[in-house]
């Protein structure tokens, strides 16, 4: 069976056992990139319990500019890597702002997919995934990251090789998966990677995509 044809009925299977996914995010999307910093790394509960901390703490974003690291840190703290995260925040923060002449990033609505990534991916402390997250959850943008849920089912059914770095595998599943799905197959993926194709001991037998994987197939 060819790549697409195998990509196809593994999107309408997990669409049929999940649903889809087109919700869209609302608020500043400065916050969505600073919510999305402090999620690496780390569980939901803790960086959702940092970024109200960090809300609490400084009351716009410009007052993260001017402060001390260490506060930044304190109110981090229990989103883990917390000097990493405050830098990482903080030179965010003022790249924005040294080059948009603000703390806006709602300019990115307006360009296309592939502008605003290069827009985003040009700061230091945004990497692929963060930049994706942001596009598709803020802006609606075509695009599909890829957490580890993602790339470990997507390995494991044979959509991705097992070898390939998360920097190609993110560049051939944007090509591969069309871009009306690309939002509901990541949601997918995780839902999917969470409950059935754990990490460790992924649930095979109950597994809708079992027909239609390598690693099971593999299994012998
Ligand atoms: S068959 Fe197993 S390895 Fe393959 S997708 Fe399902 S749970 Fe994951």
């Known amino acids: 069976m060819k790549k697409e044809e195998k990509l196809s009925k593994i999107i309408q299977l997990l669409k049929k056992e999940y649903g889809e996914h087109n919700h869209r995010g609302r608020g500043d999307p400065v916050d969505t990139l600073v919510e999305t910093i402090l999620s690496q790394n780390t569980t ?11 809300k609490k703490a400084f009351p716009s974003w410009e007052s ?19 000097g990493i995260k405050a830098r990482r925040i903080k030179h965010v923060l003022r790249e924005i702002k040294r080059r948009r002449g603000r703390l806006s990033i ?16 040009s700061i230091k402390g945004i990497g692929p995934k963060t930049a994706s997250v942001l ?10 990251p890829l957490d580890t849920h993602n790339l470990r089912v ?3 059914l044979g959509i991705i090789p097992p070898k390939m770095s998360s920097e190609k595998a993110h560049e ?27 990490a460790r001991n992924p649930r095979h037998e109950e597994c809708i ?3 239609l994987c390598d690693y099971y197939g593999n299994l012998g």
């Open 44 to 54: 939901d509960k803790n960086s959702s319990r940092a970024f109200s901390n960090l």
């Open 209 to 211: 995509l079992k027909n």
């Open 154 to 156: 997507a390995k494991r």
């Open 64 to 82: 993260i500019l001017k402060a001390d690291p260490r506060k930044i840190q304190k109110a981090i703290h229990s989103g883990g890597l917390p």
């Open 172 to 198: 051939l599943m944007n090509k591969l998966v069309p871009d009306k799905e690309k939002k509901s197959l990541h949601i997918n993926f995780i839902i999917h990677g969470r409950n059935i194709c754990t």
């Open 106 to 121: 709602d300019f990115l609505r307006d360009i296309p997919a592939e502008d605003a990534m290069d827009f985003l991916r």
């Open 135 to 144: 596009l598709i959850f803020r802006f609606n943008k075509p695009l599909m």
